[in-house]
């Protein structure tokens, strides 16, 4: 089945869109209490200029929160956003550069970047522009360059920071961050949150939420006991909610039905571990 074939499924099963995509849309933001809370400290990193963390297991909504953070950023802050990690310290530089100015800085040399972001954070400075750096999958850096973006973190006036430096990643981020020398990073990290699965109570609503904004006036419908088997097969982690649902709802197209039963969520959590 193609993109166009699922385009006509979600349109006869009464969707505007697909609602349980894998890509981390803003416009599906779930307003769980968790996520509300992840989303203030972050924001209060920012605010403050204070080191934060924002760490939780793969799947329960990372990098939702932040791409919903960078949508609605606080006023009068620019953010540096770096999503691949797997680079050296020079590159990490190098990409914070761009997204700052828009231009890819021509030095490959550290002290020179070094340099080039303090006058640029600096000038941002100056037009009362603070300047957040994003860093997701964060438990993918290596010892290095952790400790260069602490150095990093020391770029400040006498009166304020110049930079605030938001770290993102599985949990792995934080036992790196419990070794010995990397320490000086770990005690400047005041603000800390951790990402749980939802409860079943929130994969219901949650759930609920997703088929509201795909199409307010569907008659499709996940029934209370499937959607409580959906999270209990899950274990509340919203990728793994997407997947059971997405499978669930072709399921029910197959079948010409408008509903999702039990032995449909069953057939669909088999299909994506691969068991029989």
């Not at 599985?170 to 603000?191: K, N």
């Not at 097969?233 to 509903?259: D, K, W």
Request: charged share 25%; hydrophobic share 40%; with cysteine.
């Amino acid at each position: 089945m193609d993109r166009r074939d699922l385009n006509v499924c979600y349109e006869q099963l009464g969707f505007a869109e697909a609602p349980f995509r894998m890509t981390p849309d803003t416009d599906y933001f779930f307003r769980a209490p968790q996520h509300l809370h992840a989303l203030e400290h972050l924001q209060f990193g920012i605010a403050s200029g204070e080191l934060a963390m924002l760490t939780g297991e793969v799947g329960v909504g990372k990098t939702l929160v932040c791409r919903y953070l960078m949508r609605h950023p606080p006023k009068g802050v620019r953010f540096a956003y770096l999503l691949n990690p797997d680079q050296s310290y020079v590159d990490l530089l190098g990409s914070i550069c761009r997204d700052l100015t828009g231009q890819v800085p021509e030095a490959r040399s550290i002290g020179v970047l070094q340099r080039t972001l303090s006058h640029v954070l600096l000038q941002l400075a100056g037009r009362s522009e603070r300047v957040a750096v994003l860093v997701d999958e964060a438990h993918r850096l290596s010892g290095k360059v952790l400790e260069g973006l602490r150095l990093l973190s020391n770029l400040d006036t006498e009166k304020e920071k110049l930079m605030c430096l938001l770290l993102v990643g599985q949990p792995e981020l934080e036992r790196t961050l419990s070794h010995r020398v990397l320490r000086p990073l770990a005690q400047r990290i005041s603000i800390r949150f951790r990402l749980k699965p939802f409860d079943c109570w929130e994969t219901m609503e949650y759930i609920r939420h997703r088929l509201r904004v795909a199409d307010p006036r569907t008659r499709f419908q996940f029934p209370p006991c499937v959607m409580m088997l959906t999270h209990y097969l899950s274990g509340g982690v919203p990728r793994r909610i997407n997947q059971i649902c997405h499978r669930s709802l072709l399921a029910a197209f197959a079948s010409h039905r408008f509903e999702v039963s039990l032995r449909m969520v069953l057939r669909a959590k088999r299909e994506i571990t691969g068991l029989t």
